[in-house]
């Protein structure tokens, strides 16, 4: 008889029956903290504990009484879009205080409370930490002032805590993303490419101040996502004499027939010697050096505004349901841990060695140790820099390496947004590698028809934020055309290829691979990025553009929900793009707070539409005023959206009234979200550099020749790394005639969609977290996270 798998643990063994489990949020707001507040609600019902809110912080849990208050399902509704915290936030003085700190675990006492759920910054976290370590002494001195009895003492003998990071400023070591970090790039991405409409109209420079006191994260990242001249970040200041790089920069810039400049400068800048450098310092030097009409724009509160992204949702509410596992595993014995990601995998991490690290990074700061303090951040933190100076600061010819090389890079596929920014970086890397950098328009049909021209340092610039496909993109396999192709890429010189698409472009290379046997023309070094908003490609957890897809899809589903508000009691059916891929319909769906996703891969029948029909209807009966089902394009060729709407109006009859929506292209369009710019950017730089060791490692006697499988790879990212794979190894892992790969990593998370919309089902909680050690280097390669 087979043996059950251990490791597989569904969390019915896990009940929450008689414990209590309290959520606040605390010290500054960031969007997705409702996000994690509904989670963590939603799971800690669903497995039988009695859940609170606790009202403003630790000034609720202070002051106790009304800001205490136990939870309900419906509660948490309708507040997954909304920006801020409903629960309210306030920093607190007292709970600083002993005092205030017995206050605080008399009113917990009171209602049975011994599970806490902290969503805040290192200062709330480290503030739980030490109440808990307080604990006992605490309810000893209540039993002393005789206001608990004494064998509360040991009923409540416990307290847990798990935390999750909530700042915009992404400034807590051993997360790679924190809650609101993402939408807080948003803001300003939205506001920098407004900006730059208008900089360009009047040949203006803009210098922008972004949030970030002790990290520059937020500067950085927009500055990388949106190609900024210069930035400013408080944890590595420029070297001395910097104002006149600065402006020779910005000079030459313009020199090249750019017509405007944008800075971007961390609020707590400062120089070598800890000057502070000011958004207005900047603007007077450029003025007064350069002359340049200057305008500064203060972005301020604007970042911790508005809704949150679709990954602040995503993040938030897998991180909500990973805190109340983690409770329900906990021992008295187990320290309090913050639950995040690592990559695109959940992790536990001991709070209290997030918070050191933390702190350390502001010593090393303090003690203007730069260089640690970058380390000291992470080795993403550490990439995005490197990565920025390598794109923003163009090299003098005379120290550009000669490697006499032709690189040739093309899109293959649909258009994904964020494919120019990957462009974009490959072509700079390339060109600071030493190699000639060509751009092939329109795919493969280009290709085979001879469109190809070499493709310069500035021809690409501003390109980061652009959507759709600047090159151009075909659908077209090169299959029928290999001869064309290979004479085009001898006449041309071609050494290296670059190929920027989707579930086309890993055909493309397949076939090309099986070419080398007749042409030598492609014994070279090929390298496939994955860019499609379906997110079907093998050998990757994500596409370049998929986040923006999603993002669309989310905000149409939020605007969608809210034409319903007021009016009578509505579901709306809206079906979504992605070929037989479910991942948009899926993860869209846990973004919208979708009530149910239908895609191919998960099979249903009429029986499971009855079901979720009556679950409608149920649910309908209580205060839910509006119902959200989303299904994939491709899910079911019978059960169509139009059927499905038709079953939903006819079975809904009486309780709500049905509506359909078809989102379709809209999908494909806009400017790609910072997430799809920098993924880009980053992976492509990464590429490009791992075809510079190739074609060294390949040239031989004169000419470069690669056969080997390792020489045509697809650069994806699995769990924590990216990882360049051979595209004749993923073979086996792909389903050719649906498009899809065998097995999806998403597919685990389609459970917690159906828990938070109060199915019962199974969750899998093998892949859950483990608590780990918080490592100052992780392993190479795990920078590659969701979290860029």
């Not at 320290?335 to 990074?361: D, F, I």
């Not at 917690?752 to 093998?766: E, H, N, P, Q, R």
Request: aromatic share 6%.
């Amino acid at each position: 008889m087979a043996q059950p798998d251990t490791k597989k643990i569904f969390f019915e063994n896990l009940s929450g029956a008689g414990k209590a489990i309290a959520v606040l949020t605390s010290g500054g707001d960031a969007q997705g903290m409702n996000a994690a507040v509904r989670a963590v609600v939603r799971m800690g019902l669903y497995v039988g504990a009695k859940v609170y809110f606790i009202h403003e912080g630790y000034q609720g849990m202070v002051d106790g009484g009304e800001n205490i208050k136990e939870a309900t399902w419906e509660s948490v509704s309708s507040m997954l879009q909304v920006g801020g915290t409903v629960i309210g936030s306030a920093r607190c003085k007292e709970f600083r205080s002993h005092e205030g700190r017995l206050k605080a675990a008399h009113n917990l006492v009171l209602q049975g409370i011994t599970n806490l759920c902290v969503i805040g910054g290192d200062g709330s976290l480290t503030g739980a930490n030490l109440f808990k370590e307080e604990w006992s002494g605490l309810l000893t001195e209540l039993v002393e002032q005789d206001l608990i009895e004494a064998d509360a003492v040991q009923k409540y003998s416990a307290l847990h805590i798990v935390g999750m990071v909530g700042s915009i400023d992404n400034d807590f070591c051993g997360t790679d993303m924190t809650i609101g970090t993402d939408s807080a790039l948003h803001r300003i991405i939205e506001v920098v490419d407004a900006i730059m409409t208008t900089a360009q109209s009047h040949q203006r420079t803009f210098v922008l101040e972004v949030m970030g006191r002790h990290c520059g994260y937020l500067a950085l990242v927009s500055a990388l996502a949106c190609g900024a001249d210069w930035v400013l970040i408080p944890e590595m200041p420029p070297e001395d004499g910097w104002e006149d790089k600065m402006c020779q920069k910005l000079s030459a810039t313009r020199s090249r027939g750019t017509r405007l400049n944008i800075i971007i400068v961390a609020e707590g800048s400062i120089d070598r010697h800890g000057k502070p450098i000011t958004s207005g310092l900047v603007k007077d030097l450029v003025v007064k050096c350069l002359g340049f009409d200057t305008r500064v724009t203060i972005l301020g509160h604007v970042q911790r505004g508005g809704t949150p992204s679709a990954f602040d949702r995503i993040l938030a509410s897998r991180m909500g349901v990973e805190a109340v596992l983690a409770l329900l595993e906990t021992t008295a014995n187990t320290p309090a841990c913050v639950v995040s990601l690592c990559g695109n995998q959940s992790v536990r991490l001991p709070l209290m060695e997030c918070v050191q690290m933390t702190q350390e990074v502001q010593r090393a700061m303090d003690g203007k140790r730069f260089e640690e303090a970058v380390k000291l951040r992470g080795r993403s933190f550490e990439n995005n820099l490197k990565t920025y100076k390598l794109l923003a600061h163009r090299k003098p010819e005379t120290e550009l390496p000669t490697s006499n090389f032709n690189v040739a890079v093309l899109n293959v596929g649909a258009p994904a947004a964020g494919m120019n920014a990957a462009v974009r970086s490959a072509v700079r890397v390339g060109i600071s590698e030493g190699h000639k950098m060509f751009a092939v328009s329109d795919g493969f049909e280009g290709f085979y028809k001879g469109q190809i021209k070499e493709i310069k340092w500035a021809d690409v610039g501003g390109w980061t934020g652009q959507g759709g496909s600047l090159l151009g993109t075909k659908r077209t396999l090169p299959a029928k055309h290999v001869e064309k192709i290979a004479e085009q890429m001898r006449e041309n010189n071609i050494n290296a290829l670059l190929i920027v698409g989707g579930f086309e472009a890993f055909e493309s290379l397949l076939q090309l691979y099986e070419a080398r046997a007749t042409y030598e023309e492609f014994c070279i070094p090929m390298c496939m990025l994955p860019a499609t908003i379906s997110n079907n490609v093998p050998g990757t957890d994500l596409s370049i553009g998929a986040d923006t897809a999603l993002n669309a899809i989310v905000e149409t589903c939020d605007r969608i929900k809210q034409s319903a508000s007021g009016t009578k009691r509505r579901v709306f059916i809206i079906e979504t793009m992605g070929g037989y891929c479910g991942y948009l319909a899926s993860v869209g769906g846990l973004a919208a707070g979708a009530d149910a996703a239908y895609i191919y891969e998960e099979p249903f029948d009429i029986k499971d539409l009855q079901a979720n029909v009556e679950h409608l209807t149920e649910k309908m009966k209580t205060s839910i005023q509006r119902g959200l089902v989303l299904r994939n394009e491709n899910c079911n060729e019978n059960y169509t959206t139009d059927f499905i709407y038709q079953l939903y109006s006819e079975e809904g009859r009486g309780v709500f009234d049905s509506r359909k929506n078809v989102l379709g292209h809209m999908q494909q369009g806009g400017a790609p979200s910072p997430f799809d710019r920098n993924f880009g950017t980053k992976i492509s730089a990464k590429a490009m550099q791992w075809v510079t060791k190739k074609l060294v490692e390949s040239f031989r006697q004169g000419r470069v020749f690669a056969n080997t499988e390792d020489s045509c790879c697809l650069l994806g990212m699995r769990r924590r790394a990216l990882v360049f794979q051979p595209v004749v190894q993923l073979k086996g892992e792909t389903d050719f005639v649906h498009r899809i790969p065998k097995e999806q990593w998403w597919l685990k998370l389609r459970p917690l969609m159906k828990i938070l919309a109060k199915y019962k089902t199974s969750y899998d909680v093998s892949d859950s977290g483990q608590l780990e050690h918080v490592v100052r280097n992780r392993p190479k390669e795990s920078d590659a996270s969701v979290a860029l």
